[in-house]
């Protein structure tokens, strides 16, 4: 599955968004080294901080079934925004730990695409090594 492949099941996550707050659509699609595919979409709440994102209900998909970091190939990030947008900083720091530092993280938007390690998003951070 090419990059581009990938970018299209994340546009097929974003339809399922729950977004009557915001009207911003994300979808998320992982792809999994044995091929299994995990969608996620942003969940918006009346609370508003009880939101989650399209990139973190799709990584918790995969984790929810027992894959894990060294198991995830990459995972490709959509919006239906003007420019393509870069994860949340709650989402960088999740990613950070979910992830292989050099995971490719596909961003795209409409025809635009961008890949990007979470090294690069989010270099010097906090982690499970800091705590030990
Ligand atoms: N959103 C994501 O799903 N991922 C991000 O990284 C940025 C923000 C969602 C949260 C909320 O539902 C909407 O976009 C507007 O912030």
């Not at 729950?18 to 709440?45: M, Q």
């Amino acid at each position: 599955m090419r990059e581009s492949e990938l970018i299209q099941e994340a546009f097929k996550a974003m339809k399922n968004a729950y977004a009557p707050y915001s009207n911003f659509h994300v979808g998320a699609c992982v792809k999994c080294k044995d091929g299994t595919l995990f969608y996620g979409a942003n969940i918006e709440n009346a609370s508003y901080g009880a939101t989650n994102c399209g990139e973190r209900s799709a990584i918790f998909a995969a984790y929810s079934n027992g894959y894990r970091k060294q198991d995830i190939e990459a995972i490709a990030i959509v919006s239906d925004g003007h420019r393509i947008a870069g994860p949340c900083g709650i989402c960088r720091q999740v990613l950070s730990e979910l992830l292989e530092e050099d995971t490719p993280i596909i961003l795209g938007v409409k025809d635009e695409t961008k890949t990007m390690t979470i090294k690069e998003l989010l270099p010097f951070s906090f982690g499970l090594e800091d705590l030990k």
